[in-house]
């Protein structure tokens, strides 16, 4: 059974990682709309919504929660939302562990289990971790067993390309047992790679 709890620690550690590091926050990322700045802003803005709507509150509730934060969020400065990180990820951490895997969330789609949102923030976390390193030019490492983990999510979750708005089409040549499974994550979501210079963390 994989240990999404588990999981979703070892993801937002990668922020630990990387964020000291970031020095360029109006650097390109793989998310082609988006410079540092607005990946870690929206990163931030999805932590945010987390605690609200395992706490059962609907989406127009949590948002109405959260409308003076989220206006302020959009406004901050790359070490103001570093800040904010830091701050989101306790109650985040605590709202996950008080949450039963078959709790049912209000998301934008309807409901959906507790569980699926979990892997789908784990998913959201470790992507979004790796475009700000490579945005600066460093080869940030998941480990195993959220490579895995995260691989086996998106295979499932995004097979056929449901979200095209969400997502380029698969970047080819990723597949393979010589591949790590980071990879092949990335590229399923149109994300390639190879085409990002990097240097070890």
Request: hydrophobic share 45%.
């Amino acid at each position: 059974m994989t240990d999404w709890i588990a999981l979703q620690s070892r993801a937002a550690d990668l922020y630990d990682e990387v964020l000291p590091a970031i020095t360029d926050w109006d650097a390109a990322t793989p998310c082609s709309d988006w410079t540092a700045h607005e990946v870690l802003a929206h990163v931030v803005d999805e932590q945010l919504w987390v605690p609200g709507l395992l706490a059962g509150g609907t989406v127009d509730e949590v948002a109405d929660d959260l409308e003076d934060r989220l206006r302020r969020l959009h406004e901050a400065t790359g070490p103001e939302l570093v800040t904010d990180w830091h701050a989101i990820r306790p109650p985040v951490a605590a709202a996950w562990r008080g949450t039963p895997d078959d709790d049912e969330v209000h998301l934008s789609y309807g409901l959906a289990p507790a569980k699926h949102y979990l892997a789908q923030q784990v998913f959201d976390l470790a992507v979004h971790a790796w475009d700000l390193a490579v945005s600066q030019r460093i080869d940030l490492r998941w480990g195993d067993e959220l490579d895995r983990a995260v691989l086996e999510f998106v295979r499932a979750d995004l097979a056929d390309n449901p979200a095209p708005e969400l997502f380029d089409p698969p970047v080819p040549g990723y597949e393979g047992p010589d591949v790590p499974a980071r990879d092949t994550a990335l590229a399923l979501t149109g994300r390639d790679p190879g085409a990002w210079p990097v240097r070890p963390l």
